[in-house]
C-alpha cells in the first residue's frame, strides 16, 4: 500500500459524497470547455470572413463593431489606388430577417469577391453574382432552413428575392448567411456608398507596417491593421473572450464549493480516523496531504468525465440543425491546459479548509470523539 | 506461540540516544525510559482537575499497570506520556524526548512508541496488512522491509492468514492484535496500552493479555497498562493504583 491507497480508501468508502465532488468539477469543466470552444470557434469564423485572400482590413477608426463601421466607395477606389495594394475587397455587414428566422447575417460583396471563386456551388454560378435582377444568393445551411431553391423567391426583410445561387463555404457564419452583391445590399440597409470593411491583399506582404502607416496620413478616419493584429486587438472578441472565461470560472467556483463540501463532510466523518494516523506518527503535513491528495483526485476524476461531457455537448451542439452551423467549436491546446489548470486550483483551493481543520486534529480529543 | 517470538527486535538506536542504565534521584536519567514528576491536568477551564501531581518512572522492559475505575485518570496519564496530550504542569521526559515539543512528540510515535487502545481504532475499509503499513507511510520505511516486518508480526501473533482480510471480515480478537501488530511495526521502546482487554470477552481477552505480555518479555519492550481489572494488573512487574487523578500505591 502506497500513500496513494489511504487516499483512495476514502473515496471508496463514500463513493456517492465523492461523486458529487467529481460532478461539481466536471461540471466546471464541461461548461468551460464548451463556452470557450464555441466562443473561439465563433471567432475563428469570423476572422476567416476577413482574412479571405487579404492581408490586411481597413475599417473606421474608434467603432466598437465592424457592424457600425463605414468606409466609403471614394475611399476604398483610393485605397485600390495605392501602390502598396494589389487588390481592395468591400464588405459591408448587415442583419436580415425571414419568417421565422429573426436574425440572418447578409454579407453584401462584389461580384470579383474571391470567397465566391472559392465557394462550393450547389446551385448557381460565381459568374451570375450581382447579374441577376432582384436576387439574393444563400449559403447552403441557410438555403436549408429557408427552404429555398434556386430561381424560387424567399422572403428577406419587407420584399422578397429570387434565389440567384446556393454555396457553401466551409464557414458557419457564411454558410447560415445571405449574400447581397454590394450595391444592392448598401440600398437594402440604407448605407448607399458605404462599406463595412475592406480587405486588402498588398502586393508585399512585409510592408503591411507601411501601408497602415500610408493609410493613417491619407485617411486620419481610417484604420488598417494586419489580419493578425486584428484579431489580437479587436473589441468584441476581447469581450467574448472575457465572458466565455467569466463564466467558466464561475462554474468552476460553485464546483469548487462542491469539492470544500465534500473535503469538509470527508475530514468531520473521520476526525478519530485522522487522530488514530496522528498517533501512527503522520505529521501535520501528511495529514494536509492526504486531503489535498483526495481533492486532487477529484478533480483528475472530474477533468476526464468533464472533457467526456463537453466535447459529447460540443458534438450534439455542432450537429444540431437548430444552430445552422453556427457552431463550429475550436480546442487550442493553451484552452485545454487552462482548464486543467483551473480545474486543479479550485479543487486544491477547495481542500485548504478542511486540509487545515485535519491538520489540527488534537488526537486526544479526537480519540473523545464518536 | 510462533517461535519467532523470541527474535531480537533489533532497533537501530538513534543518533545521540544513550543507552540505558539505572540511575537514583529525581531528575530524569538517561536509563529512565518514562520520567514524570508532578504531573497535572484540568479540562474545562481548570474546573475538572483529571490528573494531580502524578510521579512516574519506568524502567525499559518493565511492565507497568495504572490500575483504576473510569474517570480516575489513567487513560490522561496514558496520552500525556503519549504526547497525545499536553500536560498543565510537571516534568515529562519519554525515552529522552519531550512530549510537549512537536518535533520531539512526532519522533516519539514514529520510532520510540506503540499505542494499543482499548476499542482498536484499525482502519475499516482497509485490509489487516494494509493497516499494519500505515505507521511506516508515516515513518517512510522502505516497502520489502515494511512488508517483512508485517510478516513476522504477524505470523508471531497468530493473524499471518488474516492479512488480506479486511478489518470488518475478522474478529475482535483478531482486530485486538492486528492493533498490538501495528503498535509493533516501527520497533517501538515503549507500549501504552489502553484498556486493551476492555471491549473483549474474558477468554479473548486473556489470550489478548498474555500475548502483549509475551510480546513484551520476548522483545525487551516496557508496557505502561492501563486497566480496571486487578488480575491483569497483578501479573505486571507492578502496578500503581490510580484514584481521583493520584497514584495512591505503589
Not at chain 1, 447560415?176 to 437594402?188: E, H, I, N, S
Not at chain 1, 486584428?230 to 472565461?245: D, E, G, K, M, P
Not at chain 2, 496519564?77 to 524526548?97: I, K, N, Q, S, Y
Request: glycine share 10%; hydrophobic share 45%; with cysteine.
Amino acid at each position: 500500500m502506497r500513500f496513494l491507497a489511504l487516499v483512495f480508501v476514502n473515496l471508496r468508502r463514500h463513493k456517492l459524497r465523492a461523486l458529487i465532488g467529481v460532478a461539481g468539477i466536471s461540471f466546471g469543466v464541461a461548461a468551460m470547455l464548451t463556452i470557450l470552444s464555441i466562443v473561439n470557434g465563433a471567432i475563428g469564423m469570423f476572422e476567416r470572413i476577413l482574412a479571405v485572400d487579404s492581408h490586411s482590413l481597413v475599417f473606421e477608426r474608434n467603432v466598437s463593431d465592424l457592424f457600425f463601421s463605414s468606409v466609403t466607395n471614394n475611399q476604398v477606389g483610393e485605397l485600390r489606388g495605392m501602390e502598396l495594394v494589389e487588390s481592395a475587397q468591400p464588405l459591408l455587414f448587415g442583419l436580415v430577417s425571414s419568417p421565422g428566422h429573426p436574425i440572418i447575417t447578409c454579407f453584401g460583396v462584389e461580384g470579383d469577391n474571391p470567397r465566391l471563386a472559392k465557394a462550393k456551388w450547389r446551385f448557381g454560378r460565381p459568374e451570375d453574382f450581382g447579374k441577376i435582377p432582384n436576387a439574393i444568393w444563400l449559403g447552403t445551411r441557410a438555403a436549408d432552413f429557408l427552404k429555398a431553391e434556386t430561381g424560387r423567391k424567399i422572403a428577406v426583410g419587407a420584399g422578397e428575392f429570387v434565389v440567384g445561387g446556393i454555396f457553401s463555404t466551409e464557414n458557419g457564419f457564411e454558410d447560415g448567411g445571405v449574400f447581397l452583391p454590394l450595391a444592392d445590399a448598401q440600398k437594402f440597409f440604407h448605407r448607399e456608398g458605404i462599406a463595412s470593411v475592406v480587405a486588402i491583399k498588398l502586393r508585399d506582404q512585409a510592408k503591411a507596417a507601411e501601408f497602415a502607416r500610408a493609410v493613417a496620413e491619407k485617411f486620419p478616419g481610417l484604420l488598417a491593421l494586419e489580419n493578425r493584429e486584428f484579431n489580437q486587438s479587436y473589441t468584441q472578441f476581447q469581450i467574448l473572450n472575457f465572458t466565455a472565461w467569466a463564466v467558466g470560472i464561475c462554474a468552476f467556483l460553485l464546483g469548487g464549493l462542491g469539492v470544500a463540501n465534500t473535503m469538509l463532510l470527508s475530514v468531520f466523518s473521520r476526525i478519530r480516523e485522522i487522530a488514530v494516523l496522528r498517533v501512527c506518527g503522520f505529521s501535520p503535513g501528511q495529514v494536509s496531504g492526504l486531503i489535498f491528495g483526495e481533492a486532487t483526485v477529484i478533480a483528475l476524476a472530474g477533468l476526464a468525465v468533464g472533457f467526456a461531457l463537453g466535447f459529447a455537448a460540443l458534438f450534439a451542439l455542432g450537429h444540431a440543425p437548430q444552430f445552422h452551423g453556427y457552431v463550429q467549436a475550436v480546442v487550442k491546446p493553451a484552452m485545454i491546459g487552462g482548464i486543467v489548470a483551473t480545474s486543479l486550483f479550485t479543487a486544491v483551493a477547495g481542500a485548504i479548509y478542511p486540509a487545515r481543520f485535519a491538520s489540527r486534529i488534537q488526537p486526544a480529543e479526537a480519540l473523545r470523539y464518536e | 506461540m510462533n517461535e519467532k517470538l523470541s527474535a531480537p527486535v533489533g532497533r537501530v538506536p538513534s543518533p545521540g540516544e544513550a543507552p540505558f542504565s539505572r540511575g537514583e534521584g529525581t531528575s530524569p536519567t538517561p536509563e529512565l525510559l518514562i520520567f514524570a514528576r508532578g504531573l497535572s491536568k484540568s479540562y474545562d477551564a481548570g474546573r475538572v482537575r483529571v490528573l494531580d501531581g502524578v510521579s512516574l518512572e519506568v524502567m525499559p522492559g518493565e511492565m507497568v499497570a495504572l490500575l483504576g475505575s473510569s474517570g480516575s485518570g489513567k487513560s490522561t496519564l496514558l496520552h500525556l506520556l503519549g504526547g497525545l496530550d499536553l500536560p498543565d504542569a510537571g516534568e515529562l521526559t519519554v525515552c529522552g524526548l519531550d512530549p510537549r515539543d512537536e518535533a520531539h512528540r512526532l519522533q516519539l510515535r514514529r520510532k520510540h512508541l506503540g499505542f494499543v487502545f482499548q476499542l482498536h481504532n484499525l482502519i475499516p475499509d482497509l485490509t489487516v496488512q494494509e493497516n499494519l503499513r500505515v505507521p511506516a507511510l508515516a515513518a517512510g520505511a522502505p516497502h520489502a522491509a515494511t512488508l517483512a516486518r508485517i510478516h513476522e508480526l504477524a505470523e508471531s501473533v497468530g493473524i499471518g492468514h488474516r492479512l488480506q482480510h479486511r478489518i470488518q471480515d475478522i474478529s475482535g480478537g483478531e482486530r485486538q492484535r492486528t492493533a498490538i501488530c501495528r503498535a509493533l511495526m516501527n520497533s517501538p521502546q515503549l507500549l501504552l496500552a489502553d484498556e486493551p482487554t476492555g471491549s473483549l470477552d474474558e477468554e479473548t481477552g486473556d489470550t489478548v493479555f498474555n500475548l502483549l505480555r509475551h510480546l513484551v518479555k520476548t522483545r525487551g519492550i516496557a508496557v505502561v497498562l492501563a486497566t480496571h481489572e486487578r488480575r491483569y494488573a497483578e501479573q505486571c512487574d507492578r502496578f500503581l493504583r490510580v484514584r481521583h487523578g493520584r497514584i495512591e500505591t505503589t
